[in-house]
């Protein structure tokens, strides 16, 4: 299935917030379609697909990728369901997002590939690199880069739930003046913006992969 690239409003009035995905809100409270205003009762399978459908949309991964991100997790020491919560959160293009660096997952997948960003001083181009703690990433500097990154900043903000004045989370520093970043340790579950729930992910997948 290829990356989804229609109307992103119409994916958040069926499955809700999604930070990654957009910015923007709906006027419309329906899900969408002709029968989107009508009660239904969702079975099991429903509920079950619909987190999923969460976590491939607010993240714009395939299918594909994240059953692969299921089967790494799996080989992982720990709870399934937070492991790929952080293969997912550890990516570049989502450590450059929640750095504030562009205003959703697609702008930032952009901006990676692109060649806008370089890890430890290198270049890197592939959005699915996984970060590790220790690594250093910053804008390239060029002044096309740096012009596009400023623009993205007046959109968007540092995706953080400390009330301090320290940019970041408790996995990320953030410096706006240097365009510059950290990623200090490995997400923590409690840090992880997405609104899923990753148990009915992991069901989900229990007989399929």
Partial sequence: MSRYRGPRLRITRR?????GLVKKTSAKTNPPGQHGALPQKPSQYGIRLKEKQKLRFNYGIHEKQLVNYVKKARRQQGATGEKLLQLLEMRLDTIIYRSGFAPTMRASRQLVTHGHICVNSNRVDIPSYQCKPGDTFIVKNKKASIKLVESYLQQSSPITLSQGDKIGSSHLEFDSKNLSGLVKSTIARNDV????????????YSRKV
Avoid: Q, R
């Fill in 15 to 19: 499955l809700g917030e999604l930070p």
């Fill in 193 to 204: 913006s997405c609104p899923v729930n990753e148990f009915l992910i992991i069901e989900y």
